[in-house]
Structures are given as C-alpha cells and as structure tokens.
C-alpha cells in the first residue's frame, strides 16, 4: 500500500527554525510536535503493514492530528512573526 508520509519539516519547511526553537524553549509545543510525530508513525505503520483495523480507528487518529498540526501552525505563524 501507497502510504503518504506526514513527516512536520515535510509539511512546514517555512518554519524549520522556528520549531527547532519553540521544541527547545516552549514545552507545550514540544509535547504536541512529540504527539503529532506519534500519532503519524502509528497511522503510518498501521497503514502499511495492513494491520487489520477498523476505518474510524484509524480516521479518528487522522483527525487527532490534523488538529494537532493545525494547532501547531497558529502557534508557528505567530513566533514566525515575533523575528
């Protein structure tokens, strides 16, 4: 199976040096991106191993981390601006 990888410095590459600061500096941010890295490695290995299990599982951790991702951006567009 074709698995789309969802890899953060793949998603952002704009904002590289900014998460590289806030997963140092800002202990939230860094247990989210931990979170999101999580959440992705799971699906990811759920889907191409085949593993047997059922759609709203696995659409219920893609949802997690979209949410995620989209918190991590509102929180990476405002340090972007702070430099």
Not at 59 to 70: S, Y
Not at 75 to 82: D, E, P, Q, T, W
Request: hydrophobic share 35%; charged share 35%; proline share 2%.
């Amino acid at each position: 199976m074709q698995v789309e990888h969802h890899e953060l410095h793949h998603e952002f590459p704009e904002f590289l040096d900014v998460m590289q600061v806030l997963r140092s500096s800002d202990s939230r941010f860094s247990q989210m991106f931990d979170e999101y890295h999580n959440l992705t490695s799971e699906v990811e290995r759920l889907e191409e191993e085949d593993v047997p299990v059922d759609d709203f599982t696995i659409e219920t951790m893609k949802k997690a981390r979209a949410r995620l991702k989209d918190k991590m951006y509102q929180i990476l567009v405002a340090n972007k601006k702070k430099n």
